[in-house]
Protein backbone atom coordinates (compact mmCIF):
# COMPACT_ATOMS: atom_id res chain seq x y z
CA UNK A 1 0.00 0.00 0.00
CA UNK A 2 1.65 3.66 -1.08
CA UNK A 3 1.40 5.81 2.31
CA UNK A 4 1.66 9.44 1.99
CA UNK A 5 5.39 9.97 2.58
CA UNK A 6 5.54 8.88 -0.82
CA UNK A 7 3.49 11.72 -2.40
CA UNK A 8 3.61 14.18 -0.27
CA UNK A 9 5.39 18.02 -0.86
CA UNK A 10 8.63 18.16 1.82
CA UNK A 11 9.52 21.49 1.57
CA UNK A 12 7.08 23.14 4.01
CA UNK A 13 7.02 27.18 4.17
CA UNK A 14 5.50 29.08 7.16
CA UNK A 15 4.18 32.71 7.57
CA UNK A 16 3.08 34.77 10.31
CA UNK A 17 -0.99 34.82 10.89
CA UNK A 18 -0.10 38.79 10.81
CA UNK A 19 1.64 39.03 8.17
CA UNK A 20 -0.45 40.35 5.63
CA UNK A 21 -1.85 38.60 2.18
CA UNK A 22 0.36 40.56 -0.09
CA UNK A 23 3.22 39.02 2.12
CA UNK A 24 1.99 35.50 1.79
CA UNK A 25 1.31 35.94 -2.17
CA UNK A 26 4.75 37.10 -2.77
CA UNK A 27 6.46 33.97 -0.66
CA UNK A 28 4.22 31.93 -2.47
CA UNK A 29 5.41 32.91 -5.66
CA UNK A 30 9.42 33.19 -4.49
CA UNK A 31 9.11 29.52 -3.06
CA UNK A 32 6.75 28.45 -6.33
CA UNK A 33 4.46 27.23 -3.46
CA UNK A 34 0.40 26.68 -3.47
CA UNK A 35 0.06 27.53 0.33
CA UNK A 36 1.54 28.23 3.47
CA UNK A 37 1.31 26.99 6.94
CA UNK A 38 0.58 29.91 9.67
CA UNK A 39 2.54 29.81 12.45
CA UNK A 40 0.91 28.88 15.94
CA UNK A 41 0.86 32.20 18.52
CA UNK A 42 1.10 29.58 21.49
CA UNK A 43 2.14 25.78 22.15
CA UNK A 44 -1.95 24.72 22.27
CA UNK A 45 -2.57 27.00 19.19
CA UNK A 46 -3.22 24.76 16.37
CA UNK A 47 -1.54 25.40 13.00
CA UNK A 48 -3.47 26.93 10.44
CA UNK A 49 -2.76 27.11 6.43
CA UNK A 50 -3.02 29.34 3.90
CA UNK A 51 -4.28 28.39 0.22
CA UNK A 52 -3.94 29.86 -3.48
CA UNK A 53 -7.64 29.33 -3.45
CA UNK A 54 -8.38 31.71 0.14
CA UNK A 55 -6.68 34.46 -1.55
CA UNK A 56 -8.80 34.11 -5.13
CA UNK A 57 -11.65 34.02 -3.64
CA UNK A 58 -11.60 35.70 0.47
CA UNK A 59 -9.28 38.55 -0.97
CA UNK A 60 -9.28 39.30 -5.19
CA UNK A 61 -12.89 38.03 -5.58
CA UNK A 62 -14.24 41.13 -3.51
CA UNK A 63 -11.79 43.46 -4.79
CA UNK A 64 -10.03 43.31 -0.65
CA UNK A 65 -6.40 45.19 -0.74
CA UNK A 66 -4.10 42.44 -0.34
CA UNK A 67 -1.96 45.00 1.43
CA UNK A 68 -4.34 46.07 4.30
CA UNK A 69 -5.68 42.13 4.63
CA UNK A 70 -3.93 39.63 7.45
CA UNK A 71 -3.27 36.25 6.61
CA UNK A 72 -5.51 35.28 10.32
CA UNK A 73 -8.09 37.18 8.30
CA UNK A 74 -8.84 34.23 5.57
CA UNK A 75 -6.92 31.41 6.80
CA UNK A 76 -8.42 27.60 7.43
CA UNK A 77 -7.85 26.51 11.30
CA UNK A 78 -7.19 24.47 12.34
CA UNK A 79 -4.94 22.53 9.82
CA UNK A 80 -5.61 19.03 9.17
CA UNK A 81 -2.35 16.74 10.14
CA UNK A 82 -2.02 13.54 7.90
CA UNK A 83 0.81 11.14 9.17
CA UNK A 84 3.69 10.33 6.59
CA UNK A 85 2.64 6.82 7.04
CA UNK A 86 -1.21 7.04 6.36
CA UNK A 87 -2.15 4.62 3.14
CA UNK A 88 -3.07 7.14 0.47
CA UNK A 89 -6.55 5.75 -0.15
CA UNK A 90 -7.34 6.82 3.27
CA UNK A 91 -5.64 10.07 3.09
CA UNK A 92 -8.12 10.28 -0.25
CA UNK A 93 -11.14 9.61 2.03
CA UNK A 94 -10.20 12.23 4.64
CA UNK A 95 -9.57 14.91 1.69
CA UNK A 96 -12.99 13.84 0.63
CA UNK A 97 -15.01 14.09 4.12
CA UNK A 98 -13.65 17.44 4.99
CA UNK A 99 -13.72 18.86 1.46
CA UNK A 100 -10.36 20.15 1.02
CA UNK A 101 -7.25 19.49 -1.15
CA UNK A 102 -4.39 20.87 1.68
CA UNK A 103 -3.21 18.70 4.47
CA UNK A 104 0.42 19.43 6.62
CA UNK A 105 2.31 15.73 6.85
CA UNK A 106 3.94 15.71 10.24
CA UNK A 107 6.41 13.05 10.59
CA UNK A 108 8.53 12.99 14.20
CA UNK A 109 6.58 15.35 16.43
CA UNK A 110 8.91 15.93 18.94
CA UNK A 111 10.93 18.54 16.79
Same mark, same amino acid.
Given at each position: ???????????????????????????????? /????? &?? +???? *??????? !??????????????????????????????????? /????? &?? +???? *??????? !????????
Amino acid at each position: MMKAEEIMTTDIVSISGSATVAEAVELMKDKG /LRSLI &VE +RRHD *NDPYGIV !TETDIIYKVAAYGKDPKEMRVYEIMTKPCIVVNPE /LGVEY &VA +RLFA *NTHTRNR !TNVGDRSQ
